[in-house]
């Protein structure tokens, strides 16, 4: 995610997540054309450096209450009553997952353990994660998941580049896995794996044109970032059982 802004300074963040997704996200038509193309030159990306002046801490505050208590939902700091009123699409999504009993949400092979929303990337939070999640495999391994929530907008293919953007910021930081070892797991490992997750509901992925489109292409590009150790999982959010489970065919 990342806020709208005008007149930007070509060297600034936003104008440097907008270019990559104008050029490659987006195409005319319900399907996509020079897949393979772009994928290789999004694998040139990948070796671009990031640059050191738009990367920010880790920081705890942005998820405490006054009283110190532990705070998953900075976008949710209203009272219950308005929050409900203010809910809708993504921001639903955000609140069941991390919202009350957040350890009882199943993910993947395992389960939630902790998350945040709103997880700046840079350091005026002009780009965020919608989530970052940590989940625990049924084998006891951590994960850390930075999450895109879809709904409507835009596609399979267009999300996994966004959220391969998100991990090559995160990526750039020291121990992002800091915060939750600070939070509620001082027994976290020093390394933690990162995985990045596009999360919406089942429907989204077979709309018509674009969306059930876009679908192929964005595992062929998940496949190809593989060997490179990033890795991007398509999963669905079945808010009936509180479930996030791997997209299958």
Same mark, same amino acid.
């Given at each position: +995610?990342?806020?709208?802004?005008t007149?930007?300074?070509?060297?600034?963040p936003?104008?440097?997540?907008?270019?990559i997704?104008?050029r490659?996200?987006?195409?005319?038509?319900a399907n996509?054309t020079?897949i393979a #193309?772009r994928?290789d030159?999004?694998l040139q990306f990948?070796?671009e450096?990031?640059?050191e002046e738009?990367?920010?801490?880790?920081?705890?505050?942005l998820?405490?209450?006054?009283n110190?208590?532990l705070l998953?939902?900075?976008?949710g700091?209203?009272?219950?009553?308005k929050e409900?009123a203010?809910?809708?699409?993504?921001?639903d999504?955000e609140?069941?997952?991390?919202g009350?009993d $957040?350890?009882?949400?199943?993910?993947?092979? #395992? *389960?939630?353990?902790d #998350?945040v929303?709103a997880?700046?990337?840079?350091k005026?939070k002009?780009i965020?994660?919608? +989530?970052l999640?940590l +989940?625990q495999? #049924?084998?006891?391994q951590?994960? !850390?998941?930075?999450?895109e929530?879809k709904i409507d907008?835009e596609?399979a293919?267009?999300?996994?580049?966004e959220n !391969?953007?998100?991990?090559k910021?995160?990526?750039?930081? *020291?121990?992002p896995?800091e915060?939750?070892?600070?939070?509620l797991?001082?027994?976290?490992p020093?390394k933690v794996?990162l995985s990045?997750?596009v999360? $919406?509901?089942?429907g989204?992925?077979c709309?018509p044109r674009k969306k059930?489109?876009?679908?192929?292409?964005?595992?062929? !590009?998940i496949e190809r970032?593989?060997?490179?150790?990033?890795?991007? *999982?398509? $999963?669905?959010?079945?808010?009936?059982?509180?479930?996030i489970?791997?997209?299958?065919?």
């Open positions: +995610m990342s806020r709208r802004l007149n930007l300074d070509p060297r600034h936003s104008a440097w997540r907008k270019r997704l104008e490659e996200g987006r195409f005319p038509g996509l020079d #193309g994928i030159r999004l990948l070796n450096p990031v640059k738009w990367l920010r801490g880790v920081e705890d505050k998820w405490q209450e006054e110190g208590g998953r939902l900075r976008r700091r209203r009272s219950a009553s409900i203010h809910r809708n699409g993504e921001r999504v609140f069941r997952v991390l009350s $957040a350890d009882k949400v199943k993910c993947l092979d #395992g *389960q939630l353990i #998350g929303d997880f700046p990337l840079v005026d002009t965020e994660a919608d +989530m999640l +989940m495999h #049924g084998g006891g951590y994960r !850390l998941l930075l999450t929530v907008n596609n293919w267009y999300a996994v580049i !391969l953007l998100q991990l910021l995160l990526q750039a930081h *020291q121990q896995h915060l939750f070892r600070r939070r797991r001082p027994s976290l020093d794996p990045g997750l999360l $919406a509901p089942e989204y992925y709309k059930a489109a876009s679908v192929e292409p964005a595992r062929a !590009l970032l593989k060997p490179l150790d990033v890795d991007i *999982q398509l $999963a669905v959010w079945n808010p009936a059982n509180r479930s489970t791997t997209l299958h065919d």
